[in-house]
């Protein structure tokens, strides 16, 4: 894996990071192996680690109920963390799996404490992509209140073309608040009599 490629691909998205942040960052990280269907955070846990997947994906899911229920997906150079006990000293109330065999760069969130304050250009790294994962949220939030079943399967495609090929169609039909009936129903193009 090259992650300083992954890096720079990373800061022309957000914001570059200076050479001695980059270093930094890497002897504070571990590269982490996982296999599919690893569940790295339980609901209850606490955890204090984010991953950057470098390769793979992973999903974070509520267990409601008996009822699995995908609350969002995350691959390549992009990040996963139990958000609310990463950012809150509170139990998890997701799992996080990794939905195919991954790579990610691993840190804890004192790594990223460190990092915010000594090196500005990761503070504005950071503060870009928890703005990008804030508008993700309120996007994916209206999406599920008022859009229709096929607009919402529609959406998700616009922003993962590829994510029925990667991600198993019962998490994507709970990611969506559907059943998987109807998104089989909605993945079958109509004949026309």
Not at 45 to 57: D, F, N, P, R
Not at 63 to 69: E, M, P, T, V
Not at 125 to 138: A, D, P, Q, R
Not at 142 to 170: G, V
Request: hydrophobic share 35%; aromatic share 10%; charged share 25%.
């Amino acid at each position: 894996m090259n992650i300083e490629k992954t890096l720079d691909e990373l800061g022309a998205i957000y914001t570059p990071l200076s050479p001695e942040c980059r270093q930094e960052l890497i002897a504070h990280s571990n590269i982490e192996s996982f296999q599919k269907r690893d569940v790295v955070v339980r609901e209850g846990e606490y955890s204090k680690k984010v991953h950057l997947i470098l390769q793979g994906c992973a999903r974070a899911y509520y267990l409601k109920d008996g009822k699995d229920i995908s609350d969002w997906f995350s691959f390549e150079k992009q990040f996963m963390a139990p958000i609310v006990s990463f950012f809150s000293d509170q139990p998890s109330p997701h799992y996080v799996e990794f939905v195919e065999d991954s790579i990610a760069l691993e840190f804890t969130k004192d790594t990223m404490d460190l990092l915010t304050a000594k090196h500005h250009d990761f503070e504005r790294f950071i503060s870009k992509v928890v703005t990008e994962t804030m508008l993700g949220l309120c996007e994916r939030l209206y999406t599920i209140q008022f859009n229709k079943a096929e607009e919402r399967y529609t959406h998700l495609l616009s922003i993962y073309p590829d994510i029925i090929n990667r991600i198993p169609l019962t998490h994507i039909a709970s990611y969506l608040g559907i059943t998987l009936e109807t998104l089989s129903r909605i993945r079958t193009p109509k004949k026309r009599i």
